[in-house]
């Protein structure tokens, strides 16, 4: 007896396209910035550790370098001058920025429903779209999964939004 699979319709596949890149890509870019958040903690304390005069030893090197580099003023720098040059127009800007505004923002809400799960083959095609080959993406794919469920990111059945354009 051969039970018959309805065709997946477009939206159906880009739906589980999605669902599946939301699994994957959202926990390794949490994942990435925890280390982010790390490399900078370790910077921290080694620019601590040097500037007391611990010793480096023979095999590594570490310095701290000053360097003057030219930044851009903030919005704020740039209204309080240009409040001090112009200050009764700077009262009109200050209270044109702190008006509130109603945004009228879309998302598309999306998932999975009840009862349905995603195969291997979403989370090959999500992993495949980012450019990785599929040998690597079969072995990756999986502990990718298992970081995600580390993360608590992993329900497939969850309702899911995303921003599709801003007002």
């Known amino acids: 007896m051969c039970i018959e699979m309805p065709e997946r319709t477009e939206i159906e596949k880009l739906v589980r396209v ?69 200050p009764e127009m700077g009262e009109i800007l200050e209270s044109k920025i702190t008006e509130k505004r109603m945004k009228n923002n879309k998302y598309l809400v999306y998932g999975l429903q009840t009862g349905f799960k995603l195969g291997e083959e979403d989370y090959l095609r999500a992993m495949m779209d980012l450019g990785v080959d599929r040998r690597v993406a079969s072995s990756l794919y999986p502990h990718t999964i298992a970081i995600s469920e580390m993360l608590k990111k992993a329900a497939e059945q969850a309702q899911r939004r995303i921003l599709v354009s801003k007002s």
Not at 20 to 27: E, K, M, N
Not at 34 to 51: D, F, N, P, Q
Not at 55 to 61: P, Q, V
């Open 18 to 86: 999605l669902v599946a890149s939301d699994i994957t890509y959202r926990p390794l870019k949490g994942f990435g910035e925890r280390g982010v958040r790390r490399l900078e903690k370790t910077a921290k304390e080694i620019s601590v550790l040097l500037k007391e005069g611990e010793e480096t030893g023979d095999r590594i090197f570490a310095r701290i370098e000053k360097r003057d580099e030219e930044e851009a003023r903030t919005i704020r720098q740039g209204i309080d001058a240009f409040k001090k040059e112009y």
